[in-house]
Nanobody
């Protein structure tokens, strides 16, 4: 079955960096676009970054442009989110998402990883 397992979250000071990873299994990873979302306390879920199946195209929320980078390794079935210059407002649970398309008949989500930016 489809599994998405995030890792790499934690507590970091403002201005610091973290790298999130999402290991995918159970589907043909290399042909699917992938996304990172986040949900902060009391806020709606937000699409943070998206990457096409080949990795050739990416998109970012305005709030993270220039600070976050999404990438993928199709040999390792893993998508990454490099987060630099972190701000307290980046505090949220971050989720990896494989959207419904092609062979995926529904959206799939990881369990989430907590990122806390605080001094």
């Amino acid at each position: 079955q489809v599994q998405l397992v995030e890792s790499g979250g934690g507590l970091v000071q403002p201005g610091g960096s973290l790298r999130l990873s999402c290991a995918a299994s159970g589907f043909t990873f290399r042909i699917h676009d992938m996304n990172w979302y986040r949900r902060a306390p009391g806020k709606e879920r937000e699409l943070v970054a998206a990457i096409t199946s080949s990795g050739g195209s990416t998109n970012y929320a305005d709030s993270v442009k220039g600070r976050f980078t999404i990438s993928r390794d199709n040999l390792k079935n893993t998508v990454y989110l490099q987060m630099n210059s972190l701000k307290p407002e980046d505090t949220a649970v971050y989720y990896c998402n494989a959207p419904r398309s092609g062979g995926l008949r529904k959206d799939y989500w990881g369990q989430g990883t907590q990122v806390t930016v605080s001094s």
